[in-house]
């Protein structure tokens, strides 16, 4: 697949913008553990190569296991994720998956809610919409995996 457009060449001030939001995420009191699961799961979902591909090369260099990489497909049946992980990881799914579902469950806030504070909970939901956000821009662009 060849790329379509270059937004960052295009539009330089989106994507800026897009960088300084991620920059306040990573700089925030949400682990970064957390947040990388989050971009690494979503991109999974959403089918974005480009992301997949990047965060587990970065997940991987800021020495994530091996296991703890391969089992994010699959986290509910992994055992190698902290609640509050696994609570992010399903809000994550909700919120990626909103076409598939009139809302995101309650059960589901409340579960994440009991693991991170509003602030946490804030940056979470700006997490999921982020990556999300970059999905559609690596899809729709056709991004591809750079080594």
Known sequence: ????????QHVPDVYRH???VEQLLHDS????????????R???INGCG???DMHSRDMKKAGESDERLWSVVAWREATVYTPAERAALALTEEA???ADREAVPDAVWQEAAEHYTDKQLALLVAAIAMINAWNRIGVTTRLTPGR
């Open 96 to 98: 990626t998956r909103l």
């Open 18 to 20: 897009f960088l300084a």
């Open 42 to 44: 979503a991109s999974q």
């Open 1 to 8: 697949m060849t790329q379509r457009i270059n937004i960052a």
């Open 29 to 40: 009191e949400l682990p970064t553990a957390t947040i990388e699961l989050v971009k690494l």
């Open 50 to 52: 480009f992301c997949v």
